[in-house]
Structure formats: structure tokens, C-alpha cells
């Protein structure tokens, strides 16, 4: 082998972003860098900056942005798949490729709830978990990271059955409160257990979701003390206003706002957590597939109503669905810094928005366009089939 193959062996893929007009890093302390280029090597970021400031050299692929924004690719951080890209819920074919064309690179299953049959017995809702987990590590529809096998907890369960399920590759539990555990002195032990391994857990929070479900109130989800406060705006039936407060108030965990939960509750979670200037616990899901069912542009719907009706800044909401959820699921994606995964979305004003610029389109409750979505270095779409068509999109430059 020469010095120049080991150098650079010829699989080494590298990916030049150039001309990018805004570039939105999802990182809530500095929204907004002043670069214009990025570089990947193996679907890594590897070098952002001034265009004559970095190498870009000896690109296998360059996009020119066309003065379009960059964002990292957008992270739903509460979905229920089943198998495949398909859904029992609503009997759908193509939700996760859908979603990928409203911006949405990464989803975290917060259970596979809705499988036919679901095993609630212990040794089942593993054997469920671990084969949920293997099948999307090896199945990316349209380049989609789906980190699903999330079991539901089961009364029954000991310390080793978690052992043995992070052993095995499950880094998340389902919703808490899903399955038969409903109190909060078997949920905070079993959810210390799951901590204890490195399983990072949800709690569902509000009314029933289905018949058969049952209400999770404030105090339960103060006692189980789960990582994440699912859906603290309900899903869909949330909580009175004082409760969801005092969730904000009293927990220091995440407080994921969902598109299929309650939008005024959403927004009174949102502004106190701004009140308590912990707008960095605020993460974004869609809650779907659900009886609402799917929403391909969930994310970007929840960026703007967020933005337009919680008055946040759009590159500070852009966070909420990007850095934030990536910080606190602990996911190697969401921020555009070197080291990070290479998973992008590129956004402009969509046609004949009343915006003056995206961010004010945003602001003023639009929706983004949607020109192109990267997945770990290599494009996956090009302009959406979902979003209002976005003014300007990139263009692949031919070598
Ligand atoms: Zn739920």
C-alpha cells in the first residue's frame, strides 16, 4: 500500500458544503456561525469555516448551497415504530421515508407499542426489544437513524433483565407508564436500574393515550424521575397548567413538547422553561405514529409554531429539535461541530412566504423549504416532495 492510500484509503468519502448563506449550528448558545463552508470526511464533520480558510480539496462530492441555510438534520425525539417502514396505527407504508423529506434524520422510538400482539411477558418484550433494536441499526429507510428496541416496562422485571438488555445494544426504554408499571416507587426503581446501565428512559406523561392507557400525573413523574418527561404537553390529554409548571419547576429533566399533544399546554411549557432560562431541557418530538397519525413535517411545524406563538427566536427553536435533543439523548448528531455526524438539511423561504428572510418566514409561523437532506455524509433527497417548495435549493456540482 503507498504512503498517499493509507493516507487516504479509497473508500474515504468527502463531502464539501459550499456558499451556504446562514449557517444554523443547533447549538442554543451560538445558534448561528460565521461560516460559509463544511467539510466531511466518512460522513463525519471534519472542518467548518470561511470557504478560503479550509481545505476544500479533493472533494468526492461538493454541493454549492446557493446561499441557502444549513441546519443539522432534524431529530424527532419521540416516535412509535413497529417493523419496517410501516405502521400498524394507521396501516401506512413510507412514514419514516416521509418524514425524511420534512427534514428529520434521526428518530428515538419511545416504544414499539403499536406491534400486533405485543409480548408483555418478560422474556417477550425482550426478545421484541433486541430484535427492534437490530432490524433499524441495519435499516435506514431513505438514510433515517431510527434508534428503536424500547421496552415497555412490565411489572416483574429485576435488575438483570436490564443488565442483560444493554448488554445486548438497547440504549432506551419505552414510555414508562405504556406497560403494566403505573406507580411511581416500581417506576424510580426500575428506571435506576435501566440509568444504572447506560438505558436512558421516558416517562409518558398526561391522560390515556388509547383505551386501555391510563393518566400519568405530576406526582408519579416526579417520583419515577425518568430522563426524559415525555410529552410534557400530553399525548394527546395533558395535564392542568399548575402540574406541567411544576414539572418545569421541580425536575431537572427533559421536557419534550410533542406535535400530537396539546399546542396551548406545549407553549406554557415552552415559556416557562424560557422564564426559568432552561430553554436548554426543551426537546421536540411528534409523538408518531399515533391516533393523529403521521406528520411529515411534524418537526418543522413544531419549529414554527413554537417560534411564531412562544415568540423564540427561529434559530433558537431550530435548536429545540437539532442540539438540544442530541445533548440530551446523548446522540453524536444535531450540532454542525467538528466530530459530529454529517447529517444535514438545507433550508430556505418557501415560495411567496411573507417572510422577509427563512428566520422571519419562521417567526411569522411558515414553514421551511426543504432543498436537500444529507445522512451521514451522502445526499439522500434532493428538493422535498412534503415542504412548500423552498425559493432557492443546492445544486451538486458536477467535477
Ligand atoms: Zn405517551
Given at each position: 500500500m503507498s504512503h498517499d492510500a493509507a493516507a487516504k484509503p479509497a473508500s474515504s468519502t468527502k463531502l464539501v458544503v459550499r456558499n451556504i448563506g446562514l449557517l444554523l449550528s443547533g447549538d442554543l448558545d451560538h445558534p448561528i456561525l460565521d461560516a460559509d463552508a463544511v467539510v466531511a470526511v466518512d460522513g463525519i464533520i471534519h472542518s467548518i469555516?470561511?470557504?478560503?480558510?479550509?481545505?476544500?480539496?479533493?472533494?468526492?462530492?461538493?454541493?454549492?448551497?446557493?446561499?441557502?441555510?444549513?441546519?443539522?438534520?432534524?431529530?424527532?425525539?419521540?416516535?412509535?415504530?413497529?417493523c419496517g417502514d410501516w405502521t400498524p396505527r394507521q396501516n401506512q407504508l413510507g412514514w419514516i421515508d416521509s418524514c425524511l423529506h420534512g427534514g428529520v434524520t434521526t428518530m428515538v422510538s419511545a416504544g414499539e407499542v403499536h406491534t400486533p400482539g405485543r409480548p408483555k411477558d418478560?422474556?417477550?418484550?425482550?426478545?421484541?426489544?433486541?430484535?427492534?433494536?437490530?432490524a433499524f441499526q441495519a435499516f435506514r429507510p431513505g438514510g433515517v437513524k431510527v434508534y428503536a428496541g424500547a421496552p415497555v416496562l412490565e411489572q416483574g422485571m429485576v435488575e438483570d433483565d436490564f443488565k442483560e438488555l444493554a448488554a445486548a445494544g438497547v440504549k432506551f426504554l419505552g414510555e414508562v407508564g405504556l406497560g403494566s408499571v403505573k406507580d411511581g416507587v416500581t417506576g424510580r426503581r426500575m428506571v435506576a436500574w435501566a440509568r444504572k446501565y447506560?438505558?436512558?428512559?421516558?416517562?409518558?406523561?398526561g391522560g390515556p393515550s388509547i383505551p386501555g392507557s391510563s393518566l400519568i400525573d405530576k406526582d408519579m413523574v416526579l417520583e419515577t424521575d425518568a430522563d426524559v418527561i415525555g410529552h410534557v404537553n400530553g399525548g394527546h390529554t395533558a395535564l392542568p397548567d399548575d402540574q406541567i409548571v411544576?414539572?418545569?419547576e421541580r425536575s431537572p429533566r427533559a421536557l419534550e413538547i410533542v406535535h400530537n399533544g396539546n399546542e396551548r399546554a406545549g407553549l406554557l411549557a415552552l415559556r416557562t422553561a424560557k422564564e426559568l432560562k432552561q430553554l436548554h431541557r426543551?426537546?421536540?418530538?411528534?409523538?408518531?405514529?399515533?391516533?393523529?397519525?403521521?406528520?411529515?413535517?411534524?418537526?418543522?411545524?413544531?419549529?414554527?409554531?413554537?417560534?411564531?406563538?412562544?415568540?423564540i427566536p427561529a434559530e433558537l427553536a431550530i435548536c429545540l429539535a437539532t442540539g438540544n435533543t442530541a445533548k440530551m439523548r446523548s446522540l453524536n448528531c444535531g450540532l454542525i461541530a467538528a466530530g459530529r455526524e454529517a447529517s444535514f438539511v438545507f433550508l430556505d423561504t418557501a415560495q411567496q412566504s411573507a417572510g422577509r428572510n427563512l428566520l422571519d418566514s419562521i417567526q411569522k409561523g411558515d414553514l421551511a423549504g426543504v432543498g436537500m437532506v444529507i445522512t451521514d455524509g451522502a445526499i439522500s433527497i434532493q428538493r422535498s416532495r412534503n415542504t412548500p417548495p423552498a425559493t432557492r435549493v443546492p445544486e451538486v456540482v458536477q467535477p
Open positions: 469555516g470561511k470557504e478560503k480558510e479550509i481545505d476544500i480539496t479533493g472533494a468526492s462530492t461538493t454541493i454549492d448551497a446557493k446561499g441557502t441555510a444549513l441546519a443539522p438534520g432534524l431529530i424527532d425525539s419521540h416516535v412509535h415504530p413497529v418478560i422474556v417477550g418484550l425482550k426478545a421484541m426489544a433486541i430484535f427492534a433494536q437490530r447506560g438505558i436512558q428512559s421516558t416517562i409518558h406523561t411544576a414539572l418545569c426543551v426537546i421536540l418530538g411528534t409523538d408518531s405514529p399515533a391516533g393523529s397519525g403521521v406528520q411529515p413535517l411534524g418537526i418543522l411545524r413544531m419549529i414554527s409554531m413554537l417560534s411564531s406563538l412562544g415568540e
